[in-house]
Nanobody
């Protein structure tokens, strides 16, 4: 069982930066693929980024590539999402998730084993 708690959301102006954190419980944190997803008002949840258990592989949605960076610290059971050059269209609730598999095709569909409750990011224009 893995419990995930996100933090770091808030209000930021266009062009600003935020770093989201997701703290996890559970002894097997380092074996999970971790991901960030987001859901904007009135829209479906979408994939943002993912990182493999060893942190060797990272994946990004085209809409955030070059602006967002996912990282993890297995010693701290934490995954991060550094968000730079934020745009109003980045406004959403951001969710952290963990998967016992590493299939990228499944990851981007949201096939994750555990989810956090989300943290709200609002980017003002």
């Amino acid at each position: 069982q893995v419990q995930l708690v996100e933090s770091g959301g808030g209000l930021v102006q266009t062009g600003g930066s935020l770093r989201l954190s997701c703290a996890a419980s559970g002894r097997t944190f380092s074996t999970y693929t971790l991901g960030w997803f987001r859901q904007a008002p009135g829209k479906e949840r979408e994939f943002v980024a993912a990182i493999s258990s060893s942190a060797i592989n990272t994946y990004y949605a085209n809409s955030v590539k070059g602006r967002f960076t996912i990282s993890r610290d297995n010693a701290k059971n934490t995954v991060y999402l550094q968000m730079n050059s934020l745009k109003p269209e980045d406004t959403a609730v951001y969710y952290c998730a963990a998967a016992a598999h590493s299939d990228y095709g499944l990851l981007i569909t949201g096939a994750m084993n555990y989810w956090g409750k989300g943290t709200l990011v609002t980017v003002s224009s």
